[in-house]
Structures are given as C-alpha cells and as structure tokens.
C-alpha cells in the first residue's frame, strides 16, 4: 500500500517561504510522476507542481516563479519549496501521484496571514 508522509507548513507572513516534504512508501517511487495539491474549504483540490521521474517539472500558473518542485529518487521524497507567500496560498498540501491516485495522506497546513 502506498503511504504519503507530508511535513513543513505552518504559519508564515505575506512574502515569506516554506519548505514542504512529502515521504513516500510502497511505490516504485523513481517510475512515477508526482505531485503537490493544495485544498482549502469549499474548494476541489487542486494539482500545483508536477514532476516526472526524470525530473521535468511543471506549475500551475498561480505558483509559477514563486514554487519549485524537486525529488530524491533515493530517499523517495518530493519537495515543494515556496516563495513570496501570499494568503491566497493558504491551504491543506498534499502530495500524491499525478497518474493513479493513491489514498490521500493527512496533509499538511500552510497559512499565510500577517
């Protein structure tokens, strides 16, 4: 079964960054394309950051130039590094497969407020 461990939110100011970490078990994880979704109240869930097992990356336009999606094939993690941090970004993260879902993990919690 696979697992998705995220960590790293928490409270931060308008303009500041978070490092995001998503663990990853029982998945030929280095085959597989990934992703970070982000959720808030009301909304669906959305795709942010996608990387492939090679390492091409994509982002949706409202993080684009702010975040960076990178992985360790080696450690079976993906990272979501954020920039320049606005309210609008406030919202559960997850991570997760872009290909086949798998069961959600329990997130983790960003807020961005002054």
């Known amino acids: 079964q696979v697992r998705f461990v995220e960590s790293g939110g928490g409270l931060v100011q308008p303009g500041g960054s978070l490092r995001l970490s998503c663990a990853v078990s029982g998945s030929t994880f280095s085959i597989v394309a990934m992703g970070w979704y982000r959720q808030t109240p009301g909304k669906q869930r959305e795709v942010v950051a996608r990387?492939?097992?090679?390492?091409?990356?994509s982002l949706s336009d409202s993080v684009k130039e702010r975040f960076t999606i990178s992985r360790d094939n080696a450690r079976n993690m993906v990272y979501l590094q954020m920039n320049n941090l606005t309210p609008d970004d406030t919202a559960v993260y997850y991570c997760?497969?872009?290909?086949?879902?798998?069961?959600w993990g329990q997130g983790t919690q960003v807020t961005v407020s002054s």
């Open positions: 990387i492939l097992p090679g390492g091409s990356t």
């Open positions: 997760n497969r872009i290909y086949g879902l798998e069961a």
